[in-house]
T-cell receptor, first 113, second 115 residues
Framework: GDSVTQMEGPVTLSEEAFLTINCTYT??????LFWYVQYPGEGLQLLLKATKADDKGSNKGFEATYRKETTSFHLEKGSVQVSDSAVYFC????????????FGTGTLLAVQP | DTGVSQDPRHKITKRGQNVTFRCDPI?????LYWYRQTLGQGPEFLTY????????KSRLLSDRFSAERPKGSFSTLEIQRTEQGDSAMYLC?????????????FGQGTRLTVV
């Protein structure tokens, strides 16, 4: 079945460092891909998405490119801030009527001043 | 606040008791999803509704779990005879009828602890 694998955390960075969180997926057909973020004490929020190959999703300085050839959707940010500390989830939504989301296990990012 | 709301935010119950959670979706959203998230894991799909019809249930949803969405508005998730393994965060999400660009909006979740 469809699945998502993302790098384990925690990832600890200093402010202004470059961030990459790896995400790869297995899916039949042509899934849509998402990054969700969960700040402490808050619900899941959509960070960015891409719905077809070679699309780049971007938001709040974060970017991810849908790479069909490597089945990847890695999250990047050029300069992280303390306020980016959160848990980041990669997810896919496959075809079919349900349109349910399938999530990775999440990666905790801790940014130190 | 026009987001997805869940009640209660926290619930502690004794093993064997029944619990019920409520989710109020965004008002114009016709799809409603329930997910379960255990510590250190991503959310896992449990079930979803389109309007009042429950259209899919995961194998994770044992016979002790039941969900309803009367009148296609709010939804309830009931767990009967709770077990310690039911301890988790229960998340509700809602969306418009799906397309490739449809976004699902999540509530803050109900954290269940079974002691």
């Amino acid at each position: 079945g469809d699945s998502v694998t993302q790098m384990e955390g925690p990832v600890t960075l200093s402010e202004e460092a470059f961030l990459t969180i790896n995400c790869t997926y297995t899916a039949t057909g042509y899934p849509s891909l998402f990054w969700y973020v969960q700040y402490p004490g808050e619900g899941l929020q959509l960070l960015l998405k891409a719905t077809k190959a070679d699309d780049k999703g971007s938001n709040k300085g974060f970017e991810a490119t849908y790479r069909k050839e490597t089945t990847s959707f890695h999250l990047e940010k050029g300069s992280v801030q303390v306020s980016d500390s959160a848990v980041y989830f990669c997810a896919l939504r496959g075809g079919g009527a349900t349109n349910k989301l399938i999530f990775g296990t999440g990666t905790l990012l801790a940014v130190q001043p | 606040d026009t987001g997805v709301s869940q009640d209660p935010r926290h619930k502690i119950t004794k093993r064997g008791q029944n619990v019920t959670f409520r989710c109020d979706p965004i008002s114009e959203h016709n799809r409603l999803y329930w997910y379960r998230q255990t510590l250190g894991q991503g959310p896992e799909f449990l079930t979803y509704f389109q309007n009042e019809a429950q259209l899919e249930k995961s194998r994770l949803l044992s016979d002790r779990f039941s969900a309803e969405r009367p009148k296609g508005s709010f939804s309830t998730l009931e767990i009967q005879r709770t077990e310690q393994g039911d301890s988790a965060m229960y998340l509700c999400a809602s969306s418009l009828k799906a397309s490739a660009n449809t976004e699902a909006f999540f509530g803050q979740g109900t954290r269940l602890t079974v002691v």
